[in-house]
């Protein structure tokens, strides 16, 4: 079936292909099929969308509760495989509905996938055990930051708050960055049902207006989101930095903070431009302000070093009360984000340094040096635009692809330009070895942060 892995015995060629014979299927790419429900004679078919019968499932059963009705989506486990005078059937598990509606499709863009929304009874067990809210003799041990000016800033329609910030003022025109992520571990054991869920899960899945979530939501949205004025278990990486933004002292330690504010990348902004933001006190109206001339700083170092500095624009879909789109939006690139962003990379090269440091095997995260046949493409082809860069960026790809993006800056073309750039690059990876990051100029980097929805991290 489309898209198996299959072990093929080579033969001869035809008109200059090679040719081979299937031997065995090695494994099947999907085990649930979505189609129509047709009726044949007595017999009811699953037609996938956009093929004909020659392609249709034999419906050997129906789950209770799944009343067949023609021209309906339906989602098949397969559970007989085909053959050269047979055709795959299974069981239909799930009638979906009228394939116009946008919550149909959603469903069926999820089956297509094997995405299930529902967590198992054993996993769900395990949550149904865990406290709505830690306890003070679960926080035993921990350094309490109840005092300590610590607040998420995410966007305006995020689902989760898995990290938040502090920053404080040392003698010298030092800093004392804290990046604070929700403490995951504490409440997953190894090879326990939610730990198994987790890995087969291995992310959360993100739609428009919905999110199928790796954890359930009582730990995603409850006892590991950092809620604003109730207390959560964390794990903060402490970042000392000298008046130009230089990375000093690092120290991870296990926490317990209370989360003053649940800020949005809107409200951080409107704070920085001098504006009026509602239920914030002066001390933390103080600390944001610090936060943006750090990140500023802290720009500035990562560009010196050969950073990319991409402008890259994301699109949301508005939906209405019934899941039907209204309108793709553009969301505006705030400083509030940049800053964010340099605070977590802070944090992720000084996680990276210390356990390499201390010769802890750690998943890093790599991206390794462009293709030169991919950029000399890229040269090329952004040139015709009339976007060049100062220098041969097969050469010096650095100093190449550095002023390329400066070059776009204000083109009309410019998030073409960008995305070309993009493209043109590997892709960066998870890897148990050594190696650096090229697009954020880093040494050694991994991603320090909360396992809420990735499970590598």
Request: proline fraction near 7%; charged fraction near 30%.
């Amino acid at each position: 079936m489309d898209g198996d892995r299959v072990k093929v015995r080579l033969g001869g060629e035809r008109n200059g292909k090679r040719m081979g014979e299937i031997v065995m299927v090695v494994t099947r790419a999907r085990t649930t099929a979505i189609g129509f429900l047709r009726k044949a004679g007595k017999a009811w078919l699953v037609v996938p969308e956009g093929s004909d019968a020659s392609q249709a499932l034999q419906v050997m059963a129906f789950a209770p509760g799944a009343e067949p009705e023609a021209g309906m989506l339906a989602a098949l486990k397969i559970e007989r495989w085909p053959t050269e005078d047979r055709p795959a059937g299974g069981t239909v598990t799930r009638i979906l509905g009228k394939a116009e509606s946008p919550a149909v499709r959603l469903s069926a863009t999820l089956a297509s996938k094997e995405i299930e929304a529902e967590f198992p009874e054993d996993a769900l067990e395990e949550a149904a055990g865990l406290p709505l809210d830690p306890t003070p003799e679960q926080w035993a041990g921990r350094r309490v930051l109840f005092d300590l000016p610590v607040f998420t800033i995410d966007g305006a329609d995020a689902k989760d708050f898995d990290d938040a910030v502090s920053l404080e003022e040392l003698p010298g025109g030092r800093w004392k960055l804290g990046v604070h992520i929700a403490a995951v571990a504490e409440y997953i054991k190894r090879k326990a049902p939610l730990d198994k869920e987790a890995v087969r899960r291995a992310t959360s899945v993100y739609l428009p207006g919905r999110v199928i979530p790796m954890l359930p939501p009582k730990i995603s949205d409850h006892l590991c989101s950092l809620r604003p004025d109730v207390p959560r278990l964390t794990l903060t990486c402490w970042l000392e930095l000298d008046a130009h933004g230089a990375p000093g002292r690092v120290e991870l330690e296990e926490t317990v903070i209370r989360s003053a504010r649940r800020f949005t990348y809107e409200e951080v902004q409107a704070i920085i431009d001098g504006q009026t933001v509602e239920r914030v006190t002066p001390e933390v109206k103080a600390v944001v302000l610090r936060m943006g001339v750090l990140a500023k700083k802290l720009t500035a170092v990562r560009m010196s070093r050969g950073a990319l500095d991409f402008m890259t624009t994301e699109y949301y879909v508005s939906m209405d009360a019934q899941g039907k789109p209204l309108a793709v939006i553009k969301r505006p690139r705030l400083d509030s984000h940049r800053l964010i962003e340099e605070f977590m990379v802070a944090a992720n090269e000084a996680v990276a340094r210390t356990l390499s440091k201390a010769r802890v095997p750690f998943l890093r995260r790599i991206h390794e040096t462009p293709d030169p046949a991919r950029l000399q493409e890229l040269q090329e082809e952004l040139g015709k635009l009339g976007i060049k860069a100062k220098t041969s960026l097969v050469a010096h790809p650095v100093e190449g692809l550095q002023s390329l993006l400066k070059a776009a800056v204000g083109h009309p073309f410019e998030e073409t330009a960008n995305i070309q750039v993009i493209r043109s690059l590997k892709q960066a990876r998870y890897s148990s070895e050594p190696g650096g990051h090229f697009g954020l100029a880093s040494k050694d980097y991994c991603h320090f942060t909360s396992t809420i929805m990735r499970y590598p991290d």
